[in-house]
């Protein structure tokens, strides 16, 4: 490294003081000078105002308003000064501050760097010395065999962090796929159970629209029943209020005329109308309405019916004549 500032510092410095360069200015040759030395060399070779002078290195002609400074050069012997000053604090830490010798030994016992001087002072008497060389290798040693070490501690750390990205991404890919197929298999349950409960739905919505029709139907010719009931309710009963001589007025016992309706309900609901039974003495008994109701989910009701729907007996009473 010092070789190597030694052959910088040749460029860079003035070929008529034989130093650094200082405040440099570069001529037209490309040579360049400290402004103090080329503006003195011209004074000294009596160059007239508006003449021109020749440079001192190749004798090319110059004029002095030509010359302009080298920030380039200035930069580079900045760096030179600074290493030069950092390379003589180098050389004084190097040197006992007691008795300006070089410090070559290492005291054990105190941990230090003295000089061959202070290995004989009273201070260090009967301590162990070494060469700095050989404490500097045992150390270096010391730190090669550490730093080998470390190196393989971070080799199997590398080695651990690689396998645990590779763990990562292979983990990452089985959820993902994992993801999908479950992803796959609710969205075919979804479906499945969509048209499943679209059937179902429509269905229903047939089983409603049968259901409701056939009630509307059968509640149209119930009330039309219950009104002719009504009827038959209300002259009957308008006849049990005439006078006994009224009713014996009446030439033999009154006849009935048994009218027969069949019933037109849904199989699910059979009711059973009001039914009026005519005995031999001209009496009858009122049977109270009956349902039977058959459900889709329930077994039937099995009652012992004559024929599969009964048939509602409405009486138009008539006299004889």
């Known amino acids: 490294m ?9 460029e860079v410095s003035c070929p008529i003081c034989l130093e650094l360069l200082t405040e440099s200015l570069t001529l037209d040759c490309g040579h360049s000078f400290c402004q103090a030395c080329i503006t003195m060399n011209t004074k000294e070779v009596e160059i007239s105002p508006g003449e021109e002078s020749s440079c001192p290195v190749c004798g090319v002609r110059f004029s002095l308003g030509n010359l302009w400074p080298n920030q380039h050069l200035v930069n580079i012997m900045e760096r030179i000064r600074e ?3 950092n390379a003589e604090e180098e050389l004084k830490r190097d040197l006992c501050v007691r008795h300006e010798e070089k410090l070559r030994l290492f005291c054990k016992e105190d941990r230090k760097v003295i000089c061959w001087l202070c290995e004989r002072s009273p201070e260090h008497r009967g301590h162990h010395t070494f060469l700095v060389e050989e404490v500097v290798k045992e150390c270096q040693e010391k730190l090669q065999a550490a730093l080998e070490r470390l ?10 962090e690689a396998d645990i990205r590779e763990e ?5 890919y089985q959820v993902q796929t994992e993801r999908q197929r479950i992803w796959t298999e609710f969205s075919q349950l979804r479906s499945v159970l969509d048209s499943e ?3 179902e739905l429509q269905k229903l919505e047939e089983e409603e629209k049968r259901i409701l029709d056939s009630l509307a139907e059968a509640e149209a010719e119930l009330a039309q029943q219950n009104q002719l009931v009504k009827e038959l309710i209300s002259d009957l009963e308008h006849r049990r209020e005439w006078s006994t001589v009224d009713l014996l007025q009446v030439r033999g016992m009154p ?14 609901l059979c009711p059973w109308a009001p039914i009026l039974v005519l005995t031999l003495r001209g009496s009858f008994v009122f049977v109270e309405p009956f349902f039977v109701i058959h459900s889709r989910y329930y077994g039937p009701l099995n009652i012992s019916i004559p024929g599969e729907c009964p048939t509602l007996l409405f009486y138009e009473v008539r006299e004889y004549i």
């Open 255 to 268: 006849q009935f005329r048994i009218l027969e309706t069949q019933s037109k309900l849904p199989s699910f």
């Open 83 to 85: 290493f030069r000053l």
């Open 168 to 172: 990562r991404t292979s983990w990452k």
């Open 2 to 10: 010092a070789l190597k500032v030694l052959n910088i510092q040749d």
């Open 197 to 199: 409960e679209q059937r």
């Open 151 to 160: 190196r393989k501690e971070q080799q199997k750390a590398e080695k651990l």
